[in-house]
């Protein structure tokens, strides 16, 4: 099945220690998408890829930096981590058109301790 | 400043009954609104959406509806079933990509 998939599941981290969060889709969909999720706050978009063009939200922290190697993959870097950034991370897909839909994946909650 | 708010942060309904889930926006510019239903453990998948030139948007026992006077839309299942017991989120796309979500409702639907 074509699908989403986020490595690892569960992450724990040491304050300050960096860590990188993986991304992989078989969908083959141009746009991949990294969310931040706190505890019963929405989703909130950090960043997206459209190919190899990288979007920025303007209130996304520099501590938040993301690579997409080639279409399947992409990963999220967090250089510092600090106590504020423990959440849920989703990654997310979308074909590339207008008012489209996105496909998830089952997220890697970050713990920092 | 929450763009997309949803403002019932759990609903509880008898198994056969009808489930009514709400959402509000401030933007009159978004254009297209999206309803994802979230398991446990698992991410957020699509359930149904609904663009601004349409009021209504049907799909088995669920319907969208969207009153973009009052800047509200809202989610019907009918007839709600135990396993619809999931969290709601409801989402907007004020541009291309960039999707604006509310905080869930978290629906419980009872035996």
């Known amino acids: 099945d074509a699908m989403v998939i986020q490595n690892p599941r569960y992450q724990v981290t040491q304050f300050g220690k960096p860590v990188t969060l993986s991304c992989s889709q078989t969908l083959n969909h141009n746009v991949m998408y990294w969310y931040q999720q706190k505890s019963s706050q929405a989703p909130k978009l950090l960043f997206h890829?459209?190919?190899?063009?990288?979007?920025n939200e303007a209130d996304t922290p520099d501590n938040f930096q993301s690579r997409r190697p080639n279409t399947s993959f992409c990963f999220l870097d967090i250089r510092s981590p600090g106590l504020g950034d423990a959440a849920m991370y989703l990654c997310?897909?979308?074909?590339?058109?207008?008012?489209?839909?996105?496909?998830f994946g089952p997220g890697t909650r970050l713990l920092v301790l | 400043d929450q763009q997309v708010k949803q403002n019932s942060p759990s609903l509880s309904v008898q198994e056969g009954r009808i489930s009514i889930l709400n959402c509000d926006y401030t933007n009159s510019m978004f254009d297209y609104f999206l309803w994802y239903k979230k398991y446990p453990a698992e991410g957020p998948t699509f359930l149904i959406s609904i663009s601004s030139i349409k009021d209504k948007n049907e799909d088995g026992r669920f319907t969208v509806f969207l009153n973009k006077s009052a800047k509200h839309l809202s989610l019907h299942i009918v007839p709600s079933q135990p396993g619809d017991s999931a969290v709601y989120f409801c989402a907007a796309l004020p541009g291309t990509y960039k999707y604006i979500f509310g905080t869930g409702t978290r629906l419980k639907v009872l035996a």
């Open positions: 997310a897909t979308s074909r590339g058109g207008t008012q489209e839909t996105q496909y």
């Open positions: 890829y459209y190919d190899k063009d990288f979007n």
